[in-house]
């Protein structure tokens, strides 16, 4: 499967971005609706965020992205604001989980020479990252089949209900 969108960065913040960043706690209590609370995503470091995000649009950033809570508010809000994967250095481990769990692709790669609006192409299978803008590829960590599997059912939850249980 390729994956194609624009590079979402935030340079003033490149690194260490939590949970809350990623949605406040101001809304994650307080808003159900998963389609309202992508309105609110990334607010806390770019107010207009959601407005700039076109469809199939990629976050990258560099280390430890979503870090602090392990609530799944934080990747669902990405989900639903049509971003097709977030590429960054590493993750947080419980946050990388809950990505694959909703469906959303964790992609770990180097993002040292990606900048805002760079043109992307995410091939999973090939294992590879190709920044179109600058006309570079970067090579991809390997996704677990597992992973994979959960990703093409959707997420966990979709998984189980296609299998009936937990099948790979």
Same mark, same amino acid.
């Given at each position: #499967?390729?994956? @194609?969108?624009?590079?979402?960065? +935030?340079?003033?913040?490149?690194? $260490?971005i939590?949970? $809350? ?6 809304? @994650?209590? @307080?808003?159900? $609706?998963?389609? =309202? %609370?992508?309105?609110?995503? #990334? !607010?806390?470091?770019?107010p ?20 602090? &809570? &392990?609530? =799944?508010?934080?990747? #669902? ?12 250095? &590493?993750?947080?481990?419980? +946050? ?7 469906? %959303?692709?964790?992609? =770990? /790669?180097?993002?040292?020479?990606? !900048? !805002?609006? *760079?043109e992307?192409e %995410? *091939?999973?299978? /090939? ?11 970067i ?10 599997? %959960?990703? /093409?059912?959707?997420?966990?939850? =979709?998984?189980?209900?296609?299998? $009936?249980g +937990?099948?790979?």
């Amino acid at each position: #499967m390729i994956q @194609k969108g624009k590079a979402r960065t +935030f340079p003033n913040h490149p690194n $260490d971005i939590n949970t $809350d960043y990623i949605i406040s706690g101001r809304y @994650k209590f @307080k808003i159900q $609706d998963p389609n =309202e %609370l992508a309105t609110h995503v #990334m !607010e806390d470091l770019d107010p207009n965020f959601f407005k700039r995000v076109e469809k199939g649009d990629f976050i990258v950033a560099g280390n430890n992205f979503g870090c602090g &809570s &392990s609530r =799944e508010q934080a990747p #669902m809000a990405i989900k639903y604001a049509n971003i097709s994967a977030v590429i960054a250095n &590493s993750f947080a481990r419980i +946050f990388y989980r809950n990505c694959f769990n909703l469906g %959303l692709p964790a992609i =770990e /790669a180097d993002t040292s020479g990606i !900048e !805002e609006g *760079d043109e992307l192409e %995410l *091939d999973m299978d /090939a294992g590879i990252l190709k920044n179109k803008t600058k006309n570079k590829e970067i090579k991809i960590a390997p996704v677990p089949k597992t992973m994979q599997t %959960l990703l /093409a059912d959707g997420g966990l939850v =979709e998984h189980f209900k296609k299998h $009936d249980g +937990f099948k790979v």
